[in-house]
C-alpha cells in the first residue's frame, strides 16, 4: 500500500511535511494559499503539495492565509504544519500581499485552496527560474470535469482578458520573492482579475531584465468546478455583467458575490 505524504508523516513522527515558522534552514519556496472556509479542499490541495515538495525537504513552506474562516480551515492548515496568519480584507490582492510580506523563501507560488498541483510542479519551476530565462510565470491548468457550458464560459472571460492584458498563463503564478517585491505585489486596488493584471505586470518587469514569462507544461494545475457547481455550466454565458466586472476589476458589488461573501461553503 502507498502511503500519502501526511500517512507517511503519522508513521513517522520524525518526518514533517513543510518547513514550520521557526525553521532554521534556507527556505527554497513560500507557497501561499488564501483560504475562506475552505475545509472542502484545502486537504486536498495540501496533498498535492506535500507530493510536489518531496523533492525539497524542509525547503518548502506553505503560508495559509486564513480569511474570516469559520469552519475547520485553520486547525487543517495546523494539522499539515502550515505557517497561518489571518487577514480579514475581502480583498485577494491583500490577502495574498498579507502572506508574502511574511514569506522566507527565494521562491514564491500562490495556489488557491480549491486547487492541486500535480508532482511535478515545484521542480519545474525550480528548473525554469534557475535557467535565468524566465522572470516567473504560470501553468497548464485544467478543470476536474468539462462541459461544453463550462468551455464556453471560460472563453467569453479569457478571450477579453487576452485583449486587455495580452498572452498570459495564470492559475499558479510562481517568480523570485525579489521580483514579485519589485513591481508591488498584487495590486490592492484590483477586487478581481487581480491575477491578470499581476501576471501582465510581472511579464513587463520580465521583458526590462531581458527575460521571459514562462508558462510550465510539464507540470498542471487541476481546479476545482465550485462556481459552476453552483451557477451553472453556463453561467459566465448568461450573465455577462460579471465579465464586464470582470475587465473593470473594481465592481465591489460582483466581488462579493462572486468571492467575498460566499458563505455557502
Not at 514564491?108 to 486547487?115: E, F, G, N, Q
Amino acid at each position: 500500500m502507498t502511503l500519502s505524504p501526511t500517512q507517511a508523516s503519522l508513521a513517522s513522527p520524525s518526518l514533517e511535511l513543510f518547513a514550520a515558522a521557526d525553521a532554521k534552514g534556507p527556505i527554497k519556496f513560500s507557497v501561499l494559499i488564501p483560504a475562506h472556509n475552505e475545509e472542502q479542499y484545502l486537504r486536498a490541495c495540501l496533498e498535492s503539495i506535500a507530493a510536489a515538495a518531496a523533492a525539497y525537504p524542509q525547503q518548502v513552506e506553505v503560508i495559509v492565509i486564513l480569511n474570516r474562516c469559520t469552519d475547520a480551515t485553520e486547525a487543517i492548515a495546523d494539522e499539515y504544519g502550515c505557517v497561518t496568519l489571518k487577514n480579514d480584507a475581502k480583498n485577494l490582492s491583500q490577502i495574498r500581499n498579507a502572506g508574502a510580506r511574511i514569506a522566507r523563501g527565494e521562491y514564491l507560488v500562490t495556489i488557491d485552496a480549491d486547487s492541486r498541483m500535480t508532482d511535478a510542479m515545484l521542480t519545474e519551476i525550480d528548473k525554469s527560474l534557475a535557467s535565468g530565462t524566465y522572470i516567473g510565470g504560470g501553468v497548464a491548468g485544467k478543470f476536474e470535469r468539462i462541459s461544453l457550458g463550462i468551455i464556453v464560459s471560460v472563453m467569453m472571460l479569457i478571450i477579453p482578458l487576452l485583449f486587455k492584458y495580452g498572452a498570459v498563463s495564470v492559475g499558479i503564478f510562481w517568480c523570485r520573492k525579489s521580483d514579485f517585491d519589485a513591481i508591488g505585489g498584487f495590486d490592492e486596488k484590483r477586487l478581481m482579475a487581480e491575477d491578470a493584471e499581476f501576471a501582465y505586470r510581472l511579464k513587463q518587469w520580465g521583458k526590462r531584465q531581458g527575460k521571459r514569462y514562462g508558462t510550465i507544461r510539464k507540470a498542471q494545475m487541476i481546479t476545482s468546478c465550485r462556481k459552476f457547481d453552483k451557477h451553472g455550466d453556463w453561467g459566465l454565458a448568461r450573465n455577462p455583467a460579471v465579465i464586464r466586472a470582470y475587465l473593470r476589476g473594481t465592481d465591489r458589488a460582483y466581488a462579493d458575490q462572486t468571492y467575498y461573501e460566499n458563505q455557502g461553503r
